[in-house]
């Protein structure tokens, strides 16, 4: 008797959460250090369009496998430009989709040193602590160790490194104060006061072009086609730019 | 050794030494805290016992989570740390024993209290007759009664922390050598796409996870068989 009061109060919850009629619904993978703005957007294009935008946040490495495999997403908007390539490559997404939706910037970030010079802190490496994205798994890493290579540093900081998962973590160990010093997302200090930071100059490292594509699971999906069109909209741009990301 | 690369052999060599120093840890902890828990009539012990259990309900996010508050520079470990110049605990082999120590530790506690509560108050009781101290009981009659229990909580209590993710993914830093354990280098050649490395150690651990597993039903029906 009771379990039957609870599972129709919980028929009513779960139908209390479906979309409206009519609006659609696309499952979208977000790389870590798009989460801010793509929250945003999201709540932006629910708004205009009626379509609601389930997001996703993790490592661009760890939704490339999830994607190949079968992961119900039908948008990947990736930290870089090559894993979209290999899953159109890879027949699971579609060319004509592909496009460059913001380009990272690299940020050198503190909560315990002061880095406004970067260059000279690095340098000087008065710190135990160095904490990047996995290089090999997150575009961030990867720009980081470009950077610390181009000024020279890397070897001798090498085994100060510690690696965050993804972006996020590698925030998460210098905002804790755990590492000293961190090679973060420009767009993750948004509103963030604390500490001091350097813009890594873009020269010391390959552009971080973060590429968008529909996948074929959202060949027919027209919330999906919605939301990709939204992203390369005026709104949606200026959203990515005041998150300090550049734009093509 | 053995023809893998050290990509994959230091993971290998670095879990098994982390879950030994657990393992062992956890005894000397464990053994004496199952004891208080199977024989003191406090009311609140059941209270202690809840908390040593959290764990098992716990997700290990939440573990990895106040373990890193803990083990920083705000929190006790940075205090610990500061005794030899270093500001954190976190990112370090010394931090990972004590987060493998916490989220292991219910399964250790467990079957060593379940083993000193089976005992009974009576071989304690004939021991007390015979003039042996509490102590000298403890050692000569209730360690020797409980060694199966004992046994149980050692293997399970290093199989756990062969197979902890979580907490060492959000407190480890993945440094090789250091902080890099199986499971979490698992998850790192998934994410590359070494799928073939992948499928190496992960097949390893579903092996070793059904040694352990099986050598436990055999170590129980033994048991049972032997107090029949």
């Known amino acids: 008797m009771k379990l039957t009061v609870l599972i129709a109060a919980l028929g009513v919850l779960l139908a209390s959460f479906a979309a409206p009629a009519g609006a659609g619904q696309t499952h979208v993978a977000v790389a870590a250090n798009f989460t801010e703005p793509a929250k945003e957007i999201a709540a932006l294009f629910n708004q205009k369009t009626g379509h609601e935008a389930v997001l996703t946040f993790g490592a661009s490495g760890a939704f490339f496998t999830q994607i190949t495999h079968g992961a119900p997403f039908e948008v990947f908007l990736s930290a870089d430009s090559e894993r979209p390539k290999a899953a159109v490559d890879g027949g699971f997404a579609l060319a004509d989709s592909l496009f460059t939706y913001a380009i990272g910037k690299l940020v050198l970030w503190s909560r315990v040193i002061d880095v406004t010079d970067g260059e000279a802190a690095l340098k000087a490496g008065q710190f135990q602590k160095l904490s990047i994205a996995n290089p090999v798994a997150a575009p961030y890493g990867t720009a980081a160790v470009e950077a610390m290579k181009a000024l020279g540093v890397y070897d001798a900081l090498q085994p100060k490194i510690v690696q965050g998962n993804s972006i996020a973590q590698a925030f998460q160990f210098v905002d804790t104060r755990n590492a000293e010093v961190g090679f973060v997302a420009l767009s993750q200090l948004y509103g963030v006061t604390a500490g001091t930071r350097w813009e890594v100059p873009q020269t010391l490292y390959s552009p971080i072009r973060q590429d968008a594509v529909l996948l074929k699971t959202g060949a027919d999906n027209e919330a999906s086609k919605a939301f990709l069109d939204f992203l390369k909209g005026p709104e949606a741009r200026a959203i990515i730019e005041r998150f300090g990301y550049a734009l093509n | ?228």
């Open chain 2, 1 to 228: 050794m053995l023809g893998l690369p050290s990509d994959i052999w230091v993971p290998i060599q670095l879990t098994i030494e982390l879950a030994a120093i657990t393992t062992l840890s956890l005894l000397v902890v464990a053994t004496p805290l199952a004891w208080w828990l199977a024989r003191s009539r406090a009311a609140w012990k059941e209270g202690v016992a809840a908390i040593v259990s959290l764990p098992i309900v716990l997700p290990p996010t939440v573990l990895g989570f106040y373990l890193l508050i803990l083990l920083g520079p705000d929190g006790p470990g940075g205090a610990i740390a500061s005794l030899w110049g270093a500001r954190t605990l976190a990112f370090t082999f010394t931090g990972l024993v004590i987060g493998s120590i916490v989220s292991s530790m219910p399964f250790v506690v467990q079957p060593i209290r379940n083993a000193f509560a089976a005992i009974g108050d009576r071989p304690l009781e004939v021991a007390a007759t015979l003039r042996a101290s509490p102590r000298r009981a403890f050692w000569t009659v209730a360690l020797p009664l409980a060694s199966p229990g004992l046994l149980t909580g050692a293997v399970l209590g290093f199989a756990h922390t062969v197979g902890e993710f979580g907490v060492v993914l959000m407190i480890g830093g993945n440094i090789p050598g250091r902080t890099r354990v199986m499971s979490t280098a698992i998850f790192d050649f998934v994410e590359t796409m070494r799928w073939r490395d992948a499928n190496m150690l992960a097949g390893g651990m579903v092996v070793f996870a059904f040694a352990v597993i099986l050598s436990m039903i055999l170590l129980e029906k033994r048991i049972a068989r032997a107090r029949a």
